[in-house]
């Protein structure tokens, strides 16, 4: 597939880092920095032009007249959806914006249908979704939904105490009574998916996988809180705040925002009257002890520098026991990050390249079974993929003992309507069903991928 990347800022750079490792495609990279696009040319070699993405000369010369998808991501909104539109009167191909304005959400179909764009994404909008549901379940590191919200898979870090610690896999339904399965592990720099011989560890950080009701019920059983938060102390009142606290809001969460700009207060008290918006620097420690952070259930940061948001997060995980999340925006310093015992990371330029890599994928899906979902799972490392079942698909009918499949590849579970499995090797895989699969392979399209 022949891709167009306009924009090569940390979201450019992710998107073409995941989709240059897939080697299925001919990327091209547009950005008016001459060093930038040098360097993400040399280090993924691809082709790349300097300019601007909405000049018609630019696009013509970086082939969208051949293009298959343009992904715009430069800095500015009205840049993006510019571009996307030039590319559409020039070439016959799709287009993908990012639109990171809250101004504009409300006008997010009008521009999607005029412009005939096939997807928008704002990323501090997805992160703060992915925030809020860690919020509503605090124990989690991470949480990801399959199945339209019927299969979840979530990553929690496994307590000294733990009736888990020196048990291995392959008892924990027996000795639990529940119905989940174990699809990752991660301890210390190794990451595995784990067989039923893997014997669980203090510090381990685990994927379970299972529906809604039997991942809350395997929570309580090892004795880990599952409710929501009652309240929230954000430092950094931008756009990701924005979206967060309404989110929470709605779900009756009560929000308090330290900011250090007072108009940007003043703009948050009226777009949010129902917080609590306060004016003041929220890196001072002091001011987080007076707002009694050594009480919040959970506190976010949210700055605009990353270095502050570990800082403060590793201060707050020092006075709280309650859930703390970190927005990170770079991506040079993942590996040093991981080491920090953080509780959860966002970052949404990964989220921004996972619903990109998705689209992609969907778009270049082969016959019998299509992406219906992915995520990346296991910081980074593996993928859970979900594929939706149709006529002929190579597995249809067959149980997973008898299938032939790839090294590093588990079939995590199995949607059928009405039905939630956690398979075992005589369970059948059926027309419609939708099975998550996870696999640290990359790559993989359709369902036939998972077979040798």
Excluded: W
Aim: charged share 25%.
């Amino acid at each position: 597939m022949k891709i167009i990347v306009v924009g090569c800022g940390n979201t450019g750079y992710k998107i073409v880092e995941h989709l240059s490792s897939e080697n299925e495609h001919d990327i091209t990279v547009v950005d008016i920095k001459s060093k930038i696009v040098q360097d993400i040319v040399n280090r993924f070699d691809i082709m790349g032009v300097v300019g601007s993405g909405p000049r018609m000369d630019i696009l013509l010369e970086a082939g969208i007249k051949q293009a298959d998808l343009l992904i715009a991501v430069a800095d500015s909104d009205e840049l993006n959806l510019l571009t996307c539109f030039i590319a559409k009167k020039l070439g016959d191909c799709q287009t993908i914006a990012r639109v990171r304005n809250p101004e504009y959400s409300k006008q997010i179909h009008i521009f999607k249908e005029d412009l005939g764009l096939a997807l928008i994404i704002n990323p501090e909008q997805t992160a703060a979704t992915e925030m809020a549901r860690l919020l509503r379940f605090p124990t989690a590191i991470q949480i990801d939904t399959f199945a339209k919200g019927r299969v979840e898979v979530l990553k929690f870090r496994v307590a000294c105490d733990s009736v888990l610690c020196n048990m291995k896999i392959a008892d924990m339904r027996a000795m639990l009574n529940c119905d989940v399965l174990v699809c990752g592990a991660e301890r210390k720099e190794a990451t595995f998916i784990p067989g039923g011989n893997f014997v669980i560890e203090e510090g381990d950080l685990l994927s379970v996988v299972g529906s809604p009701s039997n991942v809350s019920e395997f929570f309580k059983k090892i004795g880990i809180k599952t409710n929501r938060v009652k309240d929230t102390l954000i430092v950094g009142g931008g756009e990701t705040a924005y979206y967060l606290a309404k989110i929470l809001m709605r779900d009756g969460i009560s929000v308090k925002i330290i900011e250090e700009k007072a108009d940007r207060c003043d703009e948050l008290s009226e777009l949010l009257p129902k917080a609590t918006i306060l004016h003041g620097d929220g890196t001072d420690n002091e001011i987080l002890l007076e707002e009694g952070i050594e009480y919040c259930e959970s506190f976010v940061s949210l700055t605009e520098s990353d270095e502050e948001n570990v800082l403060l997060s590793l201060f707050a995980m020092s006075k709280t026991k309650g859930k703390t999340i970190t927005r990170i925006n770079r991506t040079a310093y993942e590996s040093v990050i991981s080491r920090l015992d953080l509780d959860a990371v966002i970052n949404p330029e990964i989220i921004t390249a996972e619903y990109i890599v998705r689209f992609v994928r969907a778009m270049n899906n082969s016959y019998g079974s299509n992406i219906e979902t992915m995520h990346l799972i296991l910081d980074g490392k593996a993928e859970a993929l979900e594929f939706h079942i149709k006529d002929n698909s190579p597995v249809e009918g067959k149980t997973i003992e008898s299938l032939s499949l790839n090294p590093n590849v588990l079939i995590a579970c199995i949607a059928r309507p009405g039905e939630i499995i956690t398979p075992g090797g005589k369970d059948v895989i059926m027309k419609g069903d939708s099975v998550i699969v996870v696999t640290t392979n990359k790559g993989y399209n359709d369902i036939s991928d998972i077979l040798r």
